[in-house]
């Protein structure tokens, strides 16, 4: 089934995480297909860090790991939905989300104003 | 805002549409510029067909549109969270979400054999 997934041309997948009690979204990274392997036989959420280019603990630095309830593959299998639950604030910036900035119809005028 | 946000090097960035009343992750899409812009103005999801090149407003063909609640954006600008309220099964094969199938250890330890 790993073998089935759809990486994309550099190799990566996005993973969703979700909080397994609240169902709240934390956040979105990117898998290897080591990270999910890791991920998968550890029972702790591993990414593929795009700045860094390397394999990424979750948690490994801020010590806010994510620990794995269930995976779950798309219908086209080209995206991961992570149910887990984080130790501590999922975000750098201390959030517990990082979905925590709204985004309105005023940022759409504010934009097209921008542009004349 | 909207002109923070950052686009990949194909001018999209992933969106997650999550059911604003249950929470359940329903699929993840890509959008432009575009695509973000009408979401936001009409108040129902637009994408970019990856596969089709083109804009896509979800749930024209099969009627099951997306009616958008709130959209929020993540800590570092490249993702996007959809909390809308779905008028069908958002998933093509007629289930609610894209997410039906399970990943598990024992798709790793398969996928190992596989390579022997």
Redesign the interface.
Known sequence: ???NLKFNEKGLI?A?V?DAD????L??GYMDEEA??RT??SGEVWFFSRSRQELWHKGETSGSRIIVH???????SD???VRGKPTGPV???G?KT????????Q??E??HQ?ET
């Open positions: 089934m790993i073998n996005p969703i979700q609240t169902s709240e979204v956040m979105l999910l392997r998968l036989s269930e995976l779950w593959k798309d219908c086209d995206t991961i939905l975000c750098h910036t959030n990082c979905f925590f900035q709204q985004l309105t119809k940022d759409v504010a934009s921008g």
